[in-house]
C-alpha cells in the first residue's frame, strides 16, 4: 500500500481536489491520504494556515477577526459545495471559533486548517477520518514521540481499510494540539507511511520532482528521476532547496522510498527517493549539482607539521573551543587549510586566530575569504572514470579557477571551491558537462 | 660569493679533481669549497668511506686490516701523484693507522676520507686547508650546534681568502671527531655556505639535477630548472630522492638558494633551489610529481556529523591516543576519511578501530587498503586555470580511477589517491600530460 501526502496547493480547491481524487482512485494501493489546509489558488491568494495565523492574532489584538474569520470559512464552505458533500462543516467552523475567543493554543488554532480539509475529502473518497490528534504524539515538553506514535498510529489503522490523517499536526498528554515545524505535513505524511509499512510515501505537490541544480542558476534543469537519501543529504546539506530532514527520517528508518509527483501532472513519475543504490546505478552521470557562498579558509603553515603527533587534533581543539563547526580540512604536507561557513565564524574569528596560535604555534597562519563550495553529487561516479575529468575539464573551459578540491571520504561527491564571483558559471559548467543542457546557458 | 660542495663521484681521482679545478677557476667567486671523500671510479669499485668502515671493521675483529689500509693509502697517493702535489700523505696516513690501532673511535676514523682529500685538494687549488674540526661543532651529547658553528667558521673564514673544508664532521668539546649521517658532505656545505654568507650553495654531483620523475618509472624525465623549497620539500615528504632535510635548513634559513650541478656536464645550469615564488612562476606547468604507495583510507559515516560539535576533534584524538600521524582527512557531508601510512598504522588498527567507535560512536565504518598517493608539485598552478583538468583528463584517458582528492591547502599541490595497482600508470600520465614527453611511455 501507499501512504499520499498532498500539499496545499494541490489542495486548494474543488477542482484541485477533484484531480486528487483521480490520482487517487487511479492506483487501489492509495489506502491512507495525508493533506495539507488548502494554500494558494492563485499568484497574491493566502493560504488558510496564514489565515489562521492572522485570525489568532486578530482575536488576541482586537483586530478584524470576524473579517478574517469569513474568509477561512468561506473558503471550505465552498469548497464543500462544489464537490456535493454534506458535512456539516459550518458546525465545526463554530466549534473553532468559540475554543479561539476561549483562548485555545495557536497551535491548535493554525492546526484546523488539515483538519478540516480532511473532514471534506475524507467524505469525498469515501475514507475513514482520522484525527491526527488521536494517532501523532508529543510529550508534555512538545517533543516528537515516534514510538507511541508509531504503535498506536499502526493499530488505529489496522481497523481502517482507507483512511485519511490531516497532517501538521498531533497532541500532547493533556489532549491540547501540537504543531510539527511548518510545512510538517511531509512529516506527517513520513510518519504515517512508517506506521503503515507502506511500500512507498508519495508527496504530492506542485513541482516535478527535485531539480539537478538552482533554477535562479540553471535554466530549465532536468528533473532527478531517481536518488538516494544519501545524495539528497549532500545536496541538501550544500542548499538545495529539498525536504525537511524530520520528513525524511522516519521512511529513512524504514527504508520506505519517496516519491516526489506533480499533482497537476500525474502522469509524470516525478522524483523517487531510495534507500540504497541499486544494479543501474554506475552509470557515470551525476544526480544534481548544489552549493552555497558564505566559507573562509584559514590556511595554517608549519614546517614538518606532518611529523607532529597531535598537530590536527590541537588544531581541532581550537575549533570545539569556540564553539565552531568546520567543513572541510584539506592538507599537504607543511599545510592545513580549515574551511568554514561565515556563519559560524562571525564575531569568534580574532578568539579562533589567537587559540590556533596558542594551541599550534604555527609558523604562518592566512585567511581567506568569499570561497563558494559546490557539491557534484552522483552515485553514478563510483568506480567511474573520468569523472573528476569531466568536471575539471567543464570548469577549466569556463574560465573558473579552483581553490579546493575535496573527494575521498564519500564515493559520490566531489567538493570543489570557487570564487565567489564564480559560483554561477561554475555551476552551470558542471550541470552543461554532465547534462548536455543546451538549456542551460 | 659562492661556497661549492663536490661530491664523491666528482673527486674519485686525479682526472675528476682537474675538470673540479676547471670549474672553480671559471667562477672567481667559488671561494669555499667543502669536498667529499673520493667516490667509485667505475661500477663496482668502492668509495673511500666504505674501504675506512671496512678497516675499522677489520682492525676490530682481526681481519685483513693492512689489505685494506694499502687500498686507501694507494688511492690517495695516486691522486697526489697524477696531480704532481707535494703533500706528504703518507704521513697523515701513517698517523690515522696508528690513531686507529690505538683505539680512535669511528666516526674519527671513517671522516679521514674527507680529511686527506681536503688536505690534497687544498694544495691543488692553492686555496687554504680548514680541518672541520676546528670550525664544526657538536655537544657531548653529540648534537650538532648550529649558533657555535655559525659564530666560529665566520670568524675563521674571515682570515682565509679561499679555503678547503672537508665535508661530513666536526668536533665535540673534548676534541673528538663527531660525523653527520652518511653523506652529509651536503650538510656540510650548507653550514659552510651559511656561515660564509654565500650569494649560492653550488651542490656539484654526477647527476644533471633534479628530475620532475622518478626515473625507474618515467623515462629521462625532465630536469627540474627551477624549484622552491617548499616545493623541494613537497615532493621529497612525498617520495622523490632529493636532498636531505637537514642538508637545506640551514640554507633554507639564511635564504641562500642551493645549486645542484653536474661535474660532468659543467655547461648546464642543473636546479637552482630557491626560497620563494619570482615573478615568472605563474606559467601553469608543474614543478615535479612524487609518490608513494602503502596507504589506507578508514571512512567513517555518520548522519549529521557536520553539525556535531567536535566531531573532527574525536577521530584526531583516537589517533593521537594510538601515537598515529595522519596524512589526510578528505570529510563530505555525512562521511570523514583518514588516510594513513601503513606504517603509521601497523599493529595498531585494531585499537584504532575501538578507540574510532569508543570515542566517536560512527554509524559505521571501512576500511580501505591499497591506496597509493600522488603530489602534483607546482607554483606555476597558482591561480592558473586548467591544472585540475589537464591533471584529471590525463587520468581519465589513461583509465586511472580516483579515489581521493585533497587541493587547497597550499596553492601548489594536487595531491591525488589511487589504487596502488594504477601508480605507475598514472605517474606517467601525469607527466607526460606537463612535460610533453614522447620519451615517458
Redesign the interface.
Known amino acids: 500500500m501507499k501512504v499520499c501526502k498532498f500539499g496545499g496547493s494541490s489542495l486548494a480547491n474543488a477542482d484541485q481536489i477533484k484531480k486528487v481524487k483521480r490520482i487517487i482512485e487511479s492506483d487501489e494501493r492509495r489506502k491512507v491520504i495525508v493533506p495539507s489546509a488548502p494554500g494558494k489558488r492563485f499568484d497574491g491568494d493566502i493560504k488558510i494556515t496564514d489565515l489562521l495565523y492572522s485570525f489568532q492574532d486578530a482575536v488576541r489584538n482586537n483586530g478584524d477577526h470576524e473579517g478574517i474569520f469569513e474568509q477561512i470559512a468561506g473558503r471550505y464552505i465552498e469548497i464543500r459545495d462544489e464537490l456535493g458533500l454534506k458535512t456539516e462543516i459550518e458546525k465545526y467552523l463554530e466549534k473553532i471559533k468559540k475554543d479561539v475567543y476561549s483562548g485555545a493554543c495557536e497551535d491548535y488554532t493554525v492546526s484546523r486548517g488539515e483538519y478540516l480539509n480532511g473532514l471534506l475529502i475524507a467524505e469525498y473518497l469515501g475514507y475513514e477520518f482520522i484525527d491526527a490528534a488521536d494517532v501523532v504524539f508529543f510529550d508534555a515538553a512538545g517533543a516528537y514521540e515516534p514510538d507511541k506514535t508509531r504503535i498506536i498510529m499502526r493499530e488505529r489503522l489496522k481497523t481502517a481499510e482507507r483512511a485519511v490523517i490531516p497532517g501538521f499536526y498531533g497532541s500532547k498528554p493533556d489532549g491540547t494540539i501540537k504543531t510539527f515545524s511548518r510545512g510538517g505535513s511531509d512529516i506527517s505524511g513520513a510518519i504515517a507511511a512508517r506506521a503503515a509499512r507502506a511500500e512507498v510515501y508519495e508527496n504530492w505537490t506542485d513541482v516535478p520532482g527535485f531539480l539537478m541544480a538552482d533554477p535562479k542558476i540553471v535554466k530549465n534543469p532536468k528533473i532527478i528521476k531517481k536518488i538516494t537519501y544519501?545524495e539528497l543529504?549532500?545536496l541538501s546539506?550544500?542548499g538545495a532547496n529539498v525536504m525537511h530532514e524530520d520528513a525524511i527520517f522516519p521512511v529513512f528508518q524504514a527504508k520506505i522510498p519517496i516519491n516526489i509527483r506533480n499533482t497537476n501532472d500525474p502522469e509524470s513519475p516525478g522524483t523517487m527517493i531510495v534507500p540504497h543504490f541499486g544494479d543501474d546505478d554506475g552509470d557515470g552521470t551525476i544526480t544534481g549539482i548544489a552549493g552555497k557562498k558564505g566559507f573562509i579558509?584559514i590556511?595554517?603553515e608549519k614546517?614538518n607539521m606532518?611529523?607532529?603527533?597531535?598537530f590536527?587534533?590541537r588544531v581541532?581543539?581550537a575549533?570545539?573551543k569556540n564553539?565552531?563547526?568546520?567543513?572541510?580540512?584539506?592538507?599537504?604536507?607543511?599545510?592545513?587549510?580549515v574551511?568554514l561557513s561565515n556563519v559560524e565564524i562571525e564575531g569568534k574569528q580574532s578568539q579562533l586566530i589567537d587559540d590556533i596560535y596558542a594551541f599550534c604555534q604555527p609558523d604562518s597562519l592566512e585567511i581567506f575569504t568569499g570561497l563558494a563550495l559546490i557539491?557534484t553529487v552522483g552515485r553514478g561516479m563510483r568506480?567511474?572514470?573520468?569523472?573528476?575529468?569531466?568536471?575539471?575539464?567543464a570548469?577549466?573551459?569556463s574560465?573558473?579557477?579552483?581553490?579546493?578540491?575535496?573527494?575521498?571520504?564519500?564515493e559520490m561527491?566531489?567538493?570543489t571551491?570557487v570564487d565567489e564571483k564564480d559560483f554561477e558559471t561554475a555551476i552551470r559548467a558542471v550541470y552543461n558537462a554532465f547534462c548536455g543542457g543546451e538549456n542551460a546557458k
Request: net charge positive.
Open positions: 544519501k543529504r549532500e546539506y550544500m579558509v590556511a595554517i614546517s606532518n611529523a607532529e603527533l597531535g590536527g587534533r581541532m581543539s575549533l570545539e564553539n565552531i563547526r568546520f567543513e572541510h580540512m584539506p592538507s599537504g604536507i607543511d599545510t592545513l587549510g574551511v557539491a568506480k567511474r572514470i573520468g569523472v573528476a575529468a569531466k568536471l575539471f575539464g570548469l577549466a573551459e574560465g573558473v579557477n579552483i581553490r579546493m578540491i575535496d573527494q575521498g571520504s564519500s561527491n566531489i567538493i571551491g
